[in-house]
């Protein structure tokens, strides 16, 4: 079957689904969503300060003019900022997540896989240790920006090498680039593991902090700001999705139906690179929600991109406030690191998942 009829083939069993399969779709996606907002209203319920039923009326409807003391400050100010900044990191990392399965038709691949994440945080681990004392040469209202500023440059920087790098080596391969990957993976993790060792206990402490994941920075300008980012990269990420679907069929596959493998990958790859550069740079490193949420999402609606990329996002959303919730509220007056209960709640998911895809293949 060439090319051409597999994907007009795909397009009219598509086309010919039952009514209630698109039922089906439209139901989960809505439940998804309904799921989300009631999980935002009852982990602003949990917390180290009790929330009332009346601290959720705005201050000008109670006849206020500021919230400066009392639970309803906590709830607007703090944190309300934190779980939608939760929900917004947790789509930009399931959205980034889809992107990179669909581009390497590979279930298991994963932002951090190809040395993106990676590279956010050896920069990061580099600006901790190694440019500290450097600080006084910044202004002080610069300070606060030195840190996020470097991990994103770092994303970056591992955006351009690995396309570069994989060019040069292997050019036009998305295997290639993949490999390529794996090994600028390895080189920032040593390079992590380096400033590690040099670092001084305060700086152990806040590397080792860091490199966990942490949500404690939230503010309602930090979440208009990646608001607007992740509703570009959504954007941007769907105008791909047709693209991606062809490349499902093959490198070869793709090419004959007119899609331009090298530029889809730079898109792609960029467009990660962004999403996750702008997620590692405030919160450190996250594991797992780019990896689980996709799936999640295909075991919901299929495999089509146009769906799934829209529900990994609010999929990766509820897992992250999920794990968020659970990271502030254990150890009151105390905060475990998020990215230790995303891995806890991330790898018995995707165990549960590989054996469900192994059932039904009929490996075990």
Known sequence: MSAVHALSWAGRRDASSSAWS??????????????????IVLAAQFGAVRVQAADWWPA??????????????????????????????????GVSGALTQGL??????????????AGAACAAALTIVVFASSNHVLPIAWRPWALPAAAFCGALAVCFALDGIARWITPGSITGLL??????????????????????????????????GSLAGAGWWLVAGLAVLLAVGTWRALRLARALNALALGEAAAGHVGIDVAVLRTRCVILVALLVGCAVAWCGMITFIGLVAPHLARMLIGADQRRVLPL?????????????????????????????????????????????????????
């Open 22 to 39: 698109r039922q089906q779709r439209w139901l989960a996606g809505a439940a998804i969503a309904a799921l989300l907002v009631l999980a």
């Open 179 to 212: 490999l390529t990957g794996v090994a600028l993976n390895a080189i920032a993790a040593a390079v992590i593991g380096l400033c590690t060792y040099l670092a001084s206990d305060e700086q152990l402490r806040s590397l080792s902090f860091w490199t966990l």
């Open 60 to 93: 000008w409807l109670r006849g206020e003019t500021t919230r400066t003391s009392g639970s309803a400050h906590v709830l607007w100010q703090i944190r309300l900022p934190r779980l939608l900044f939760a929900v917004l990191i947790g789509a930009a990392l």
């Open 104 to 117: 390497f038709r590979n279930p298991l691949a994963d932002p951090s896989m190809i040395g993106i994440t």
């Open 312 to 364: 990994a996002a609010a999929v990766g959303g509820a897992l992250l406030l999920l794990a968020d919730t659970l990271a502030r509220t254990l150890a009151i007056p105390a905060e475990i690191p998020v990215g230790i209960f995303t891995a806890l709640i991330g790898g018995p998911v995707f165990l549960l998942m590989l054996y469900g895809v192994m059932r039904r293949r009929g490996g075990v």
